[in-house]
Every structure is written in structure tokens, then in C-alpha cells.
């Protein structure tokens, strides 16, 4: 399973890279490839390259607010999940989108 997503929280300092962390460390822990792009203070980074869009089966939006770029996911399953519940619950969330997938199969 491979998912792709943005975490984006209005100021980009602590929330972002704490939900990507969590997300990603949860990831791995469940056995799925996961990659979470921050936007924020510093721009994007770890920025999703189109390949590894094209390539994902899903892309979850850690975000209470807008992200750019959205467009390059726009044939993609997607959910929206706020900043806190992915950094308090990330593995709930993760598996939340793999049901998703798994519901429209």
C-alpha cells in the first residue's frame, strides 16, 4: 500500500513535521509506504514528485487549511484529516485510508 500526502498546519514549525513524522513512523510500523510532504514556514518540503503520485494508491491531507499544489492529485482517493488527529493518532488514520481503498475495490 502506498500512500501519499501533505501535512500543513499555519505556521509550518512543530504540527507539520510532527504529523509527517508520526505518520510516517506509523507507516512503517503497519508495513505501508508511506511519504508526507510538509508545507510551511520553509515551503514544501519533502515534496511528492509526480512519479510517486502516479504511483500511490491513496493521498491523505493532514491539513485544517488549504495546501497547494493539489491539482497534481486530482484522480487520486483522498482524505482530508485534521493536523492533531494525525499526530495523536496516526495509525487509526492510516488504516482509515487503507479501508477506503478497500471499500471501493
Do not use: W
Not at 9 to 17: K, R, W
Not at 34 to 53: D, H, M, R, T
Not at 60 to 84: C, E, G, Y
Amino acid at each position: 500500500m502506498k500512500i501519499v500526502g501533505i501535512s500543513a498546519c499555519p505556521a509550518g514549525l512543530a504540527h507539520t513535521p510532527m504529523a509527517a513524522k508520526a505518520l510516517e513512523n506509523a507507516g512503517k510500523k503497519l508495513g505501508y509506504d508511506v511519504k508526507i510532504e510538509q508545507q510551511g514556514f520553509l515551503g514544501q518540503v519533502n515534496k511528492i514528485s509526480q512519479a510517486e503520485v502516479d504511483e500511490a494508491d491513496f493521498v491523505l491531507l493532514a491539513t485544517d487549511q488549504k495546501v497547494i499544489d493539489m491539482d497534481r492529485f486530482k484522480d487520486k482517493p483522498q482524505l482530508k484529516v485534521s493536523i492533531a488527529t494525525c499526530i495523536k493518532a496516526p495509525e487509526a488514520v492510516l488504516k482509515k485510508c487503507v479501508n477506503i481503498i478497500e471499500s471501493r475495490k
